[in-house]
């Protein structure tokens, strides 16, 4: 049987990605979603530092063990996505295409990189590289 519950790791202290994670929601059929604060340790950020992903490039979803990192994870959250709500519509429309989601996703994390660069922000630096950690 398949876990019914997908996780989504991402920088809560980035207005954008939060407003986007708060609002992404999924069908029932496929699981709950649950919310996880890339700066607070976690198991899940571990899994990720662990698989050598970068968690200040890209959000990060888990759905049935699998990781899927950045445009793909944005991808995976259309198709898996509810139609209801004009922003989870408009989700759809925008990534439930790889080549969309693939051009899209590095416009989005250079406003995020910029506003979090903006607010004084720090990386997260999951991944413990020296001097990395400014925008």
Known sequence: MLDKKLFLIYDKQCPLCDNYCQ???IRESI???ELIDARKDSAHLK????????????MV?????????????VHVLALVGSRSGLFNRINYWV?????AA??????????????????????????????????
Do not use: C, W
């Open 95 to 99: 990534f439930s295409s790889e080549m």
């Open 23 to 25: 609002m992404v929601r």
């Open 61 to 73: 979803l888990i759905m049935n063990g699998q990781l899927y990192y950045g445009s793909k994870a």
């Open 102 to 135: 693939s051009a899209l996703y590095p416009v989005l994390r250079f406003g995020r990189n910029l506003l979090l660069k903006l607010l004084g922000k720090t990386k997260i630096n999951n991944l413990h590289r020296a001097g990395n950690n400014k925008f």
């Open 31 to 33: 699981g709950s979603l």
């Open 47 to 58: 899994q990720i530092t662990n698989q050598g992903l970068d968690i200040d490039q890209g």
